[in-house]
C-alpha cells in the first residue's frame, strides 16, 4: 500500500536555525498539506497546496514557514529562523483530489519528523 | 465547519466491543463525519466516513442515527493495539481544505 515517507524521522538544531523538513506524498494525489503536534497537544492544520501553490494556510503558518514542492516528488517545509516554540512533530499528509462540500477528501498522512529546538 | 463533542477517555477491555460516541449538533445537510486514529508518536490515520445509517469497513462500523447529530464509532473485539487516540472530525468547510482535530478520545485497552 502506498505510503507518505518522511525525512527525517528527528531533527535537533539550534535557536535562530533554518530547517528543512522533507516529505514524499503518495504519487497521484494532489493536495499536499503540513500539519504539527507539540507534545501532548493537538494536531494542528499549518497550510495546504495545491497545483504549486498555497491554498490555504493557518495563522500559525507566519513568514518564518515555507513550502516547496522542488520536483514532482517532494514537498518541503521550511522554517527560517527557528524558536524554541517550533519544537514539535511535524506530520506531511496528502490526499487524491478534491474533497467535495461536506465531504471530506481522505487526507494521509506520514510518520512524521520530530523537531526539536534547543 | 461543524463543532464535534466526544468523551475525553475511555477504558476497555481485550475482546470487547468499544463505542465511541460523538455529538455534532449544528451538521449541515452535506456535512459528513469522519474518524480518525492517532498511535503514540505516529500521524493520524484515517478509519472511517460516513453520512447517514451505517457504515462498515474491516477496521470499525460507523452508525449515524437519522437525526445526523451524533454519531457512534464501534471497534469489536479490541485488543491491546487498539490503545489510541480516535478523532471524530467534521468536515471540510467549502473554502477550508483542512482538517481540524479536537482533543479526541483517548482509549485504553487492558489485558
Known amino acids: 500500500e502506498p505510503e507518505v515517507t518522511q525525512t527525517p524521522s528527528h531533527q535537533v538544531t539550534q535557536m535562530g536555525q533554518e530547517v528543512i523538513l522533507r516529505c514524499v506524498p503518495i504519487?497521484?494525489?494532489?493536495?499536499f498539506y503540513w500539519y504539527r503536534q507539540i507534545l501532548g497537544q493537538k494536531v494542528e492544520f499549518l497550510v495546504s497546496f495545491y497545483n504549486n501553490e498555497i491554498s490555504e494556510k493557518s495563522e500559525i503558518f507566519d513568514d518564518q514557514f515555507s513550502v516547496e514542492r522542488p520536483d514532482g516528488s517532494n514537498f518541503t517545509l521550511k522554517i527560517r529562523s527557528t524558536k524554541l516554540e517550533d519544537s514539535a512533530m511535524y506530520f506531511c499528509?496528502?490526499?487524491?483530489?478534491?474533497?467535495?462540500?461536506?465531504?471530506?477528501?481522505?487526507?494521509?498522512f506520514g510518520p512524521g519528523t520530530r523537531l526539536t529546538v534547543l | 465547519l461543524a463543532k464535534t463533542t466526544q468523551p475525553i477517555s475511555m477504558d476497555s477491555y481485550e475482546g470487547q466491543e468499544v463505542n465511541i460516541t460523538c455529538s455534532h449538533n449544528n451538521i449541515a445537510t452535506n456535512d459528513y463525519i469522519t474518524w480518525y486514529q492517532q498511535f503514540p508518536s505516529q500521524g493520524p490515520r484515517f478509519i472511517i466516513q460516513?453520512?447517514?445509517t451505517k457504515v462498515t469497513n474491516e477496521v470499525a462500523s460507523l452508525f449515524i442515527p437519522a437525526d445526523r447529530k451524533s454519531s457512534t464509532l464501534s471497534l469489536p473485539r479490541v485488543s491491546l493495539s487498539d490503545t489510541a487516540v480516535y478523532y471524530c472530525?467534521?468536515?471540510?468547510?467549502?473554502?477550508?481544505?483542512?482538517?481540524?482535530f479536537g482533543s479526541g478520545t483517548q482509549l485504553t485497552v487492558l489485558p
Open positions: 472530525l467534521g468536515p471540510l468547510d467549502s473554502s477550508a481544505r483542512q482538517l481540524t
Open positions: 460516513g453520512y447517514k
Open positions: 504519487s497521484n494525489h494532489l493536495y
Open positions: 499528509a496528502s490526499s487524491p483530489g478534491m474533497g467535495l462540500a461536506g465531504y471530506t477528501d481522505t487526507q494521509y
